[in-house]
């Protein structure tokens, strides 16, 4: 699966911005999809997560009630709705996917993902 994110950009803090990532197979033939951010010198975080034949999400802790994932399976499209941007939500941020299921989904893992885009670079400024 080739994945190709967009949308990234320059927004100012409280701002919205939506990121989104085409995938080059049809999305349910994935089991899951997510995105995952890394800001400099930080450790890859697992942002939110979609089971693509059930559409369960979960979401990491910092970014509850602020963002949200979702699926549009006749473009082959992965969404990523930002709300409320905050400056410790600057980053790049990937769009992944992982074909088989795994019980772990919720935890929104790097190790769990087979396939993962280029990135696209967010930046929140006060």
């Known amino acids: 699966v080739q994945l190709v994110e967009s949308g990234g950009g320059a927004v100012q803090a409280g701002g919205s911005l939506t990121l989104s990532c085409a995938a080059s197979r049809s999305i349910p033939s994935t089991n899951y999809m997510c995105w995952f951010r890394q800001a400099p010198g930080k450790e890859r975080e697992g942002v939110a997560v979609i089971a693509t034949r059930t559409s369960v999400t979960a979401y990491g802790d910092s970014v509850k009630g602020r963002f949200t994932i979702a699926l549009d399976n006749a473009r082959n499209t992965l969404y990523l709705q930002m709300n409320s941007l905050k400056l410790e939500d600057t980053a790049m941020y990937y769009c992944?996917?992982?074909?088989?299921?795994?019980?772990?989904?919720?935890?929104?893992?790097?190790?769990?993902?087979?396939?993962w885009g280029q990135g696209t670079q967010v930046t929140v400024s006060s």
């Open positions: 992944a996917a992982r074909m088989n299921w795994t019980p772990t989904f919720r935890q929104i893992l790097p190790r769990d993902y087979d396939y």
